[in-house]
């Protein structure tokens, strides 16, 4: 498997959803290459537990699960649509440097201070981030064991 979800099953998920021309008006290839670029973004994060498998390629499933969870499903359908939509992650991390833009009289600044937590997870969609969240390990939490 190279994405958490087939082409069909993330068409099912976007007839659902309202803003969803990226994805209606992409050739099936773009939206494979969107669905296997999701899944990579989405397996660079670190997750609870550990792989069912320790051969299996990708992060999920996870712990006693046999399946990929739904969340992790639709984060990559979602992650796609923002894909397919134009987001480019490397444009977006120049952006995130700049502090003040402008055009003749009109200026915009930016408080750099507070990148947003999925932008800085590398994650295009906070829609995503939402379904992916509850899966991520606590950066904050190092666990321990003892070796004997």
Partial sequence: MSAYIEIDEAQEYFDLRLHTNAWDEAEDIDRTKALETATRLIDRLNFLGSKTDDSQELQFPRGEDIDVPQDIKFACAEIALRLLDGFDPELEYENLLII??????????????????????????????RYIKPYIRDAQVVDLSRAT
């Fill in 100 to 129: 003040s833009q402008g055009y003749s009289n009109v200026r915009s600044t930016y408080d750099r201070s507070r990148i947003p937590e999925h932008i800085a997870a590398g994650i295009p969609s906070i829609v995503a981030w």
